[in-house]
């Protein structure tokens, strides 16, 4: 099943179950997914909804810290209950090893050697990571690998 189905039934359910949190969650979630399409005039297919879901999580842990920051525990709380019902969605995240062991393989598919061919090891591993691992992380591994 499609992941934007995923979320549609995932809406029922939580207004059956009158779950505030996760509707409110799902719903912003299909308003980002449906915002995007309109601005880019395609249907969205589960690897861009992935995206758009990778980046609302990032969203609301740069807002948790800044209010954690503030002092500010129950807004910071309100975004970290929207990060745990976002990532529901997400595919389960990659450990080290498997991180380890795909950059290992875009490196000997792409014939990488240095800097220069970040950008060729980069563009092999993104869609085999998208949702499933930090990108900064990973072009950091890969620098760290390549220099």
């Keep these: 099943m499609a992941l934007i189905d995923d979320l549609k039934n995932a809406q029922k359910d939580a207004m059956r179950a009158k779950n ?16 995007k399409e309109i601005d880019e005039q395609v249907t969205l297919g ?7 879901l990778t980046k609302m999580v990032k969203q609301r842990q740069d807002a948790a810290s800044q209010y954690d920051a503030a002092g500010r525990e ?3 709380a309100t975004e970290r209950a929207e990060i745990v019902e976002l990532e529901s969605f997400l595919p389960q995240p990659l450990t080290a090893e498997e991180i380890a062991a795909l950059i290992d393989e875009a ?6 050697s ?7 090891v980069m563009g092999v591993l993104k869609p085999q990571v998208q949702g499933r ?3 900064g992380a990973l072009s950091a591994l890969i620098k760290q690998r390549l220099g």
Excluded: E, P
Excluded at 46 to 52: E, G, K, Q, R, Y
């Design 133 to 135: 691992a930090d990108m």
């Design 74 to 76: 129950d807004l910071s």
């Design 46 to 52: 589960d690897s861009d909804i992935l995206a758009v």
């Design 107 to 112: 490196m000997a598919s792409t014939g990488a």
């Design 20 to 35: 505030k949190v996760r509707l409110g969650t799902i719903r912003m979630a299909l308003a980002a997914i449906k915002q």
């Design 114 to 120: 240095g800097m220069q061919d970040m950008g060729k």
